[in-house]
Each structure stands twice: as C-alpha cells, then as structure tokens.
C-alpha cells in the first residue's frame, strides 16, 4: 500500500508502526522515497504534539545535512524551519560510498543513536539493498541503532529486495509501495543535489590553517608527497573523543601545512579524517579515483587525461544538466538532461560506449554537426537501442544527413524485427528550409515528409526553450548549435513549506504547463486536491530568463566562421568549443580546417560567453593538455572547463 495512504482510518501505516516501536529502520532501493515517508510520519506525529527524530544514514544523498557524513535531526514543527528537519549531529565518514565503507557508516550511526527515550526515532538506510554489500549493511544498521521494527519499500507484486535477511532479523517488519511519484533521480541528478547541498553546508565556512604534526590523521588519505591529491578533499575535523566538529573542503597542502573551507568549529581538532570524497575538477562532488604515484609508466599517461576516461565536465543550466560524455580527447558527444521530463538531447552522436541503452529510450532529438564518422558513430548504439515500440526520434543536421544514417541503416540485416524496427525523423537545414524525411529501418531509404521554414535558424522549439543553428565551413557544411530556454522557473521552497505541499513529480508538470502556456490546466497536489496551473504558478514560481549553451565544433578558423559563431554564442552561459591544436601547430589545424587553442579563447572572449569548455583536443595532448589550456587562458579569463587539477 503507497506511504501515503490509510488503512481506513486517520493513522498512517508508519505513525501506527511508531506507536509500537519506538526505532524503525526504513531500508528500501534509492528512489524508492524513505525520506519523503520519514517526514511524512514526523509531520504526523509533530501534529500530535510528540517530536520526531531521523537518522540519516546515507552519505551519498543525505535527506538533510552535509553529504559525506551519517546526520541525526529533529523535526521542526514550529519556528522558520518549520517542516524541516534540523541538524543535530552528525559524524563523519568523509566518503559517499556507504557500501564500500558499511563498517565505518554501522559506527556512526551506532555513535549518533541517541539513548533511549520517549521520542521515536526513524533510520533511513542508504539506498544498499542488493549483493554482500546490502546483506551485511541491513542487520549490522539495526542493531546500531537498536531498531525494533523495519519498513521495507518496494514495487507492488515484486519481490522485496533482502528477503531472507529481513526474515532473520526477526523484527516486525512492514511491507511499504513507494508513492506513484517516487522514482531513482539518476546519477546526475543526484550529484547535482549532493553538490548542491555540500555547497550550502560550506557557505558559513571560513579558512583554516593547520599544522599535520599536530593532528592524528585517519581514514585512507592520499601521501604526503603528493599534495595535488589532497586539494578537493572532503575531511572530517574531529575531536580528542572522535566526535565530528565540522566537515570542510581542503584547499592545499603545503609542506606540513594544511589549508581548508570548513564551518567555524567549537573546540580545537585533534584528528582528521579524509577518505575518497572530493571536489571534481568540474566543481562537483564525487569519489575520487585511487591516487597511483608519480614515476614509471603510470606518470607518462596519466589516467585523467586519457582519451577515454578523461573528466566529463558537467554544467548545471537551471533546467537542465550538460555533460561531455566523452571528455575533452573522446569522440564529441554532449548530453543535455532535461530536468523533470526524463528526456535527453544529444549533440554530436560519436562513441556511444559510456552511456547505457536505457537512455537512448529518453532521446528525444539528436543535433549532429555533420557526418564524419567521429560525429556519427554512435547512431549504431542509438539504432540497436531504439528496437522496439518508440516513437520517431528526430536527427537534425546538415544537408546529406539523411543520406548518410540511411547508409547505415541498410549495413543491417532487418528481417527479425517486424512492428518493432526503430524509426526516426531526420531534418536537414537547408538555408532557411528544413527538409524533412521519415527513415524506418525496415524501408526502402528515407521517404521525404513536408518542408518547413527555418526562422533565424530555429530547428527546434517547444515550450521552454528552443535549439538555433548557425552553419559554419569545415571543407563540409557543419552545424554549431545553441541550446536557448525560454526561462528559468524556479520554486519558491518557503511558499511550498507554508502550504505544507512535499516536493515531487508534480513541480516538473507545473512548470512544463506554465511555459506552455496552459493556465487553465490543472494539477494534481500530493494531498489529492486539484488546483489550476494559473493560481500555483502565480503562487510557486519565480521566473528568471534562461541560460543558454552553444557547442560548435570541426570549423576552420576563417573570419567568416568567427563571424557566424560568436554571434550565436553570443552572452552564453557556457560555450562548448574544440580546441585541437596550439599555436605552433597552426599549420596542421589549416590544413585540416580546424581551430587552434588561441582562436578557441579569442572566440569565446569575443562573444563574452561567462564559461568556455574546450573539447576534441588532438590526441597527439593526451599525455599533457596543459599546454592547450594555458594557450586558451592567454586569450580567455573566465572560468574553463574540465581544466586539470592545479596544485
């Protein structure tokens, strides 16, 4: 039965559960809303008059307080936070893996577990509920916390992950449906909210300096030999007890000492405790990779710069999320995330291996700058995906394209697949028409559709935003896109806590709605009331103009490709740009019709863009990109993405 509903009565399944038991262990796969449950119950019970605890204990996404640390909060029923839970304490573990490091998070919450007393407590388990991993968390987390009943959450008519292990435990156990709205948000969704919230922990924090020799350093911290690997590093300050004063963000270390960002600590630290957790290079927070010394043949190919696991830099957009799947030596491939619809937009379509066939069913549009196989590789990835009942995914791009993903199409053999071959829209931008074509894999070559016009080269507009083109030379026709939303809605979070309305699914339709236009529509709210989305918008919502995103790649560098790009880029939030070649190699880059890193930054300044990622570097770089960058930051002085690490 769904968290949120009665059994006939006015009590919630989870407060009843409460009234017998005063530690309940929520467990249950990510996304499947325990934190949505838990302040459900504690809303419940705060009504009656009768406080609420939560024992957060999954650092990767914690509902409340700093990620890389297990948080124990009270529920606020009155006051500014009201409807909130409030930190109380936390302890740190200075990783986001709970299932790497389950002996150090069952401690923590073993130390935060408040002695017994009158009020209930709730333990949100991480989201670890499959493997070693999640049988050994499950019973190790209650008996820390000394839970005497457990709620498991899992999808009607399936079987509840940790069975046997629930069985053993020998608690009453009650069996939960996530709510319609609860769902996984995704691997970049959930970096996003974690950086985010690692962000606002530290926004109080002030500089510290300190001396190593004076403090006990724990946990699995990179040498001391190596400074550029402490930089980024999230660390745990602790006192002579072990309890946590503070988290905070290593700035440098330098000789013996060591510079960080942490909130103002009551007490002098007597020990640290730094594991994997760190600031990427693109400004989130993550697991940082192993540290491998210097020296040998590790040092001449540095692992972060390899053509295929090199840093994917990642911007947030307001409403979207870009990642360059293939870093800045792989084959050009930029993902575009659209929050709250579950759909994606591609730009370029080379190798496709690091993204998974799922989300070739949530590409809805695929922007190829022109057809040298770098660019257009992937469409096999995305044509094996697409086998199935889909709708047409649309191609946009130069013309011949159509032409040239028919040629793959016909490579296959189709005989097996009947109702199910994959279909797809491609759009070619002729001046200022847009020749359509319908491409189905099963048929003779692509069947022309009806043309359209093209004003000031708009392939693509819906409600929220549109996609421009502007056409520049590579030898070939190629296509720089600009992503451009129409605005940025935002919610107000203390208008949504006053009304008592929990965040979800349904702010994404809310939104969607009221850039489209549709006022008189209506939505339905968490309790089950229905309102028109003109009086929720005009209650919920604040618009700011959107932020836009041009990529342009493989163009000569000529004074009328110059010309075209920095007016489409110009003012943009973030200008993806290829950077190949340096100066000193001005020939080859004329000779091959692409830029060099100087013009890459002349541009970018030029069109006043607030951040430049360079992209398809040569990989005659790949075991030294600094040169390119630093030619780039001659010519550019805003901030660059995927920039190596600096000590």
């Known amino acids: 039965m769904p968290p949120h509903s009665d ?35 504690a809303a419940r019970l705060a009504a009656e008059g009768l406080a609420c605890r939560c024992l957060n204990a999954d650092p990767g996404l914690p509902g409340f307080g700093p990620p890389g640390a297990a948080c124990l909060g009270r529920w606020q029923a009155t006051g500014p936070t009201q409807g909130e839970w409030c930190l109380e304490a936390l302890a740190a573990l200075a990783t986001l893996d709970s299932a790497r490091f389950r002996l150090p998070l069952t401690e923590a919450v073993r130390r935060l577990a408040p002695p017994d007393d009158a009020a209930p407590l709730l333990v949100d388990a991480p989201g670890v509920v499959r493997g070693v991993a999640g049988a050994e968390l499950l019973p190790a987390l209650a008996e820390a916390a000394g839970a005497s009943a457990l709620v498991m959450l899992a999808p009607p008519g399936s079987m509840p992950p940790l069975a046997a292990e629930c069985r053993a435990l020998g608690l009453e156990t009650l069996h939960l449906s996530p709510a319609p709205e609860a769902r ?48 980024g590093r999230q660390v745990g300050l602790l006192d002579a007890r072990g309890h946590t004063l503070a988290l905070g963000e290593i700035l440098a270390l330098a000789g013996d000492r060591l510079r960080l960002r942490a909130p103002p600590c009551h007490g002098a630290p007597a020990a640290l405790l730094i594991r994997d957790a760190r600031r990427r290079p693109d400004g989130q927070l993550g697991t ?90 992937g469409f096999l990835w995305l044509l094996r995906s697409r086998i199935g009942d889909y709708p047409p995914c649309r191609l946009h791009g130069p013309p011949g394209l159509a ?38 894999a099963d048929e003779d070559g692509p069947q022309p559709l009806p043309d359209h016009p093209v004003p000031d080269g708009v392939l693509l507009a819906e409600p929220g935003f549109r996609v421009r083109a502007a056409r520049l030379d590579h030898g070939t026709p190629v296509l720089a896109f600009a992503f451009e939303p129409t605005a940025q809605l935002k919610v107000r979070k ?41 009086s ?39 200008l993806y740009c290829e950077a190949p070649f340096l100066v000193g190699e001005a020939e080859q880059a004329s000779r091959t019709g692409h830029l060099t890193a100087r013009a890459c930054g002349e541009i970018a300044a030029a069109a006043g863009v607030e951040r430049l990622i360079p992209f398809h570097f040569s990989r005659r770089h790949h075991r030294d990109a600094e040169p390119l960058y630093a030619e780039i930051r001659t010519r550019f002085a805003g901030p660059l993405g995927g920039e190596p690490d600096q000590p």
């Not at 009843?16 to 929520?26: E, S």
């Not at 830099?313 to 799947?325: D, H, Q």
């Open 7 to 41: 059994r006939g009565s006015d009590d919630h399944p989870l407060v009843a559960l409460l009234r017998r038991h005063r530690r309940v262990l929520l467990t249950g796969a990510p996304g499947s809303g325990k934190t949505t449950l838990a302040g459900i119950a």
């Open 184 to 231: 996984y948000p995704g691997r970049q969704t959930r970096t996003r909210l974690r950086s985010e919230a690692w962000d606002s922990y530290l926004a109080g924090a002030i500089e510290h300096d300190l001396a190593l020799p004076d403090l006990a350093v724990t946990g699995t911290p990179p040498p001391r030999d190596a400074p550029a690997a402490w930089s």
């Open 494 to 534: 203390e208008r949504l806590t006053a009304h008592g309305w929990p965040p979800g699914p349904w702010l994404g339709e809310l939104k969607y709605r009221a850039l489209a236009g549709e006022t008189d529509a209506e939505i339905a709210l968490p309790n089950g009331d229905r309102r028109p989305v003109a």
């Open 403 to 440: 032409g040239h993903l028919a040629g793959l199409v016909r490579g296959v053999l189709w005989d097996r697949v009947g109702d199910k071959a994959p279909r797809f829209e491609v759009r070619e931008l002729h001046g200022d028409t847009l020749r359509r074509f319908r491409l189905v």
């Open 288 to 377: 940082a990779p192993p540290h491998r010394p210097s020296g040998g043949a590790a040092s001449r190919a540095p692992e972060r710069l390899a053509p295929r696991d090199g840093p994917r830099p990642s911007v947030r957009l307001g409403t979207a999320t870009a990642t360059l799947i293939n870093g800045p030596f792989g084959d050009p491939l930029l993902q575009l995330q659209l929050h709250h619809q579950r759909r994606s937009l591609l730009f370029d379509l080379g190798d496709a291996g690091r993204l998974p066939a799922r989300l070739a069913h949530r590409v809805s549009d695929v922007f190829i700058s022109h057809a040298h196989f770098d660019h257009i590789g």
């Open 536 to 574: 929720l918008a005009e209650t919920l919502l604040l618009a700011e103009p959107g932020l836009r995103l041009v990529y342009a790649t493989d163009l000569a560098d000529s004074a009328e490709n110059r010309r075209r790009l920095v007016g489409l880029a110009r003012g943009a939030r973030v």
